[in-house]
């Protein structure tokens, strides 16, 4: 059976409707309490709140009130709220856009996609508030503590190309990162190993026994003055591994300033320290662009400051 293509649902301050699937053998009396079944972490208090204020609908679009039976096999659209989101007080800066691309420049703290306790602070919201474009998707990531470039696809069709560059490793991505300055280390050097999730602690990386998997160039830009005994580095990553700068720099000795992952994990904050971003910039991207056949090439117009 063919699924009945998503309906042209408007964005809700910035945010698009996310779908899940009702199963065929469900039994459950009322849509609510699916929705209570499915996502119990919501809470049933704010499922009826949001179904009062019309943010659940049917695969056509339709308001769902809170009465409305189950519907086995059918799709429901509902839009996320976080009822108390922590505020980044940092802006992102559009620096391209044509009919194809938009490039942005994040800052520190900013999650690229909604997740856990953001929805409205993430770039891809503020950028859909700011735009217009309900289509707008990242057709890669960085990490939340990371500043610097992503680039999003505005047409739907064309994503799948874009992506593939990066699943095929053919963008050129240099970054830019502050460490301790260790005069004995050889650089330039290029670091290869396998990293994978620690058991233990499946927030960090670390590097195992086996197959290569991720491969980094580090180069010594400057040696930074001042009593810290800290460098500026270039990286130059042909992989891309979770963390795999973060885990490849802390290997070599190296770890970020900033860092609340390597080389100890440390417990997550109700409320970021944004006086310590980590210092780790997403500065250069280049590659040809598989629509047009352009060669593109975006950098950064941001620069870590330890001040």
Same mark, same amino acid.
């Given at each position: /059976? ?27 009396? *009322?849509?609510?309490?699916? *929705?209570?079944?499915? /996502? ?86 503020? *950028? ?42 053919? &963008? ?17 050097? #290029? ?16 590097? &195992? ?8 160039? &580090? #180069? ?83 620069? *870590?400051?330890?001040?």
């Amino acid at each position: /059976m063919s699924r009945a293509p998503k309906p042209p649902l408007p964005l809700r301050h910035g945010v698009s409707a996310s779908a899940v699937a009702m199963p065929s053998e469900g039994s459950w009396p *009322l849509i609510l309490d699916f *929705l209570d079944h499915r /996502m119990p972490q919501v809470g049933r208090a704010i499922w009826l709140d949001r179904m009062a204020n019309g943010a659940v609908l049917d695969a056509q679009g339709q308001v769902l009130p809170s009465e409305s039976a189950y519907r086995p096999g059918e799709r429901l659209y509902y839009y996320r709220e976080m009822a108390q989101e922590p505020q980044i007080p940092f802006e992102e800066t559009i620096l391209f856009q044509d009919e194809t691309l938009l490039v942005a420049d994040k800052p520190h703290f900013l999650p690229v996609t909604p997740s856990g306790r953001y929805v409205q602070e993430t770039l891809l919201t503020r *950028l859909k508030r700011r735009s217009g474009l309900a289509d707008l998707s990242p057709i890669h990531r960085i990490d939340r503590e990371t500043a610097g470039l992503v680039v999003f696809c505005i047409q739907p069709e064309q994503r799948g190309a874009y992506q593939a560059m990066f699943r095929d490793r053919v &963008v050129d991505k240099v970054y830019e990162a502050i460490a301790p300055f260790k005069p004995e280390l050889a650089l330039p050097l #290029t670091r290869r190993s396998r990293l994978q999730e620690r058991s233990e602690a499946f927030m960090q990386m670390e590097e &195992v026994e086996g197959a290569c998997n991720a491969e980094t160039r &580090v #180069t010594l830009l400057e040696r930074l003055s001042g009593p810290a005994g800290l460098a500026r580095y270039a990286l130059y990553p042909s992989t891309g591994q979770k963390h795999q700068l973060r885990a490849h720099m802390n290997a070599l000795g190296l770890p970020l300033i900033g860092d609340r992952i390597y080389p100890d994990l440390l417990p997550v904050e109700q409320e970021p320290d944004f006086s310590r971003p980590l210092q780790l910039l997403a500065r250069e991207l280049s590659f040809v662009d598989p629509i047009s056949g352009q060669v593109r090439r975006f950098t950064s117009r941001l620069r *870590l400051d330890l001040a």
